[in-house]
């Protein structure tokens, strides 16, 4: 079993900058990858990037350019920076760990509780 921590959500003005992080406790060796969704109001909940044991990372179109996640092994966190907030990226952020098999492959196995982010001026 994997239990996901998420932090660092909150209030923040267009154009600002926010760091999530996600830290994982537990094991389950069929996992072997970690990733970042968003649930916007009124909305599916979409995929943002993910980061695989390996170091391979990839990121949704919406998010290219802005946000970047990356990992620390040695705390089991993994972090998601966001720059150039936008209203439209306003949203409750999940942390997941699952498998994936290759770069925009990821199945999820475990969620978080989610962190709330709001873009407001």
């Known amino acids: 079993q994997v239990q996901l921590m998420e932090s660092g959500g909150g209030l923040v003005q267009p154009g600002g900058s926010l760091v999530l992080s996600c830290t994982a406790s537990g094991s389950d060796d069929s996992t072997n990858a970690m990733a970042w969704y968003r649930h916007p109001p009124e909305k599916w909940r979409e995929f943002v990037a993910a980061?695989?044991?390996?170091?391979?990372?990839w990121t949704d179109e919406v998010a290219k350019g802005r946000f970047t996640i990356s990992k620390d092994n040695s705390k089991n966190t993994v972090y998601l920076q966001m720059n150039n907030l936008e209203l439209g990226d306003t949203a409750v952020y999940y942390c997941a760990a699952g498998r994936s098999s290759m770069r925009g492959h990821f199945v999820v196995k475990y969620w978080g509780e989610g962190t709330l982010v709001a873009v407001s001026s």
């Open positions: 980061i695989t044991s390996g170091g391979m990372a």
